[in-house]
């Protein structure tokens, strides 16, 4: 019984269960190389307040992991964002003319001014065709687009935005760097053992 009881107390008892690992289409707009061995994808809403307030951190990271992050950008407009769902339109219509990054800069540094008037203003200021973009705006592939991504959000689990795929593992809301540094570096490390 002693032996035991010592044995007990000097056991250091560790569980480590593996992360739940979902398959996420890797479809989108992206940054980074299609060969990096982390792949980010971002479920998020141009009308979101925290999603805004992460686009650093994701700017960051990608300066950080040039080689070895790509980060794909999906949306998911919420219901109540009046304006989340057009403003993904505009993003995918600035895409098709590859300005997507720039245009999505714009709807963050402006969440506050998305009605359809001010879309078609951003798009003038990147220089944009304006008839492809305002057919865009109104074709029925745009709007299958953002409801494709709606529908993968949902089967998912993600509910709420920014939410992110890393390597297939959930990490919700907008985390400081060092929660998405952490996960990449255990995935990096993993993927070189």
């Given at each position: 019984?002693?032996?035991?009881?010592?044995?007990?107390?000097?056991a250091v008892v560790v569980i480590s269960l593996p992360r739940e690992r979902k398959t996420v289409a890797a479809v989108g707009y992206s940054i980074g190389p299609d060969s990096a061995p982390i792949t980010i994808v971002e479920f998020s809403d141009f009308q979101c307040p925290y999603c805004s307030?992460?686009?650093?951190?994701?700017?960051?990271?990608?300066?950080?992991?040039?080689?070895?992050?790509?980060?794909?950008?999906?949306?998911?407009?919420?219901?109540?964002?009046?304006?989340?769902?057009?403003?993904?339109?505009?993003?995918?219509?600035?895409?098709?003319?590859?300005?997507?990054?720039?245009?999505?800069?714009?709807?963050?540094?402006?969440?506050?001014?998305?009605?359809?008037?001010?879309?078609?203003?951003?798009?003038?200021?990147?220089?944009?065709?304006?008839?492809?973009?305002?057919?865009?705006?109104?074709?029925?592939?745009?709007?299958?687009?953002?409801?494709?991504?709606?529908?993968?959000?949902?089967?998912?689990?993600?509910?709420?935005?920014?939410?992110?795929?890393?390597?297939?593992?959930?990490?919700?809301?907008?985390?400081?760097?060092?929660?998405?540094?952490?996960?990449?570096?255990?995935?990096?490390?993993?993927?070189?053992?």
């Amino acid at each position: 019984e002693e032996v035991r009881n010592e044995l007990r107390e000097q056991a250091v008892v560790v569980i480590s269960l593996p992360r739940e690992r979902k398959t996420v289409a890797a479809v989108g707009y992206s940054i980074g190389p299609d060969s990096a061995p982390i792949t980010i994808v971002e479920f998020s809403d141009f009308q979101c307040p925290y999603c805004s307030r992460v686009v650093p951190t994701i700017k960051e990271i990608a300066a950080r992991y040039p080689d070895d992050v790509r980060i794909v950008f999906r949306h998911l407009p919420l219901s109540f964002h009046a304006h989340a769902r057009i403003a993904a339109y505009g993003s995918i219509c600035a895409g098709n003319q590859g300005r997507f990054w720039e245009y999505h800069d714009l709807l963050f540094e402006n969440q506050r001014a998305l009605q359809r008037e001010q879309l078609s203003a951003y798009a003038t200021s990147l220089d944009l065709d304006m008839e492809s973009f305002e057919a865009c705006m109104s074709a029925p592939e745009t709007e299958a687009l953002v409801a494709a991504d709606l529908e993968a959000a949902e089967e998912l689990g993600a509910s709420g935005t920014p939410a992110f795929f890393i390597n297939g593992i959930f990490l919700s809301g907008a985390q400081p760097v060092e929660a998405f540094v952490e996960l990449i570096q255990q995935e990096l490390a993993g993927s070189s053992g």
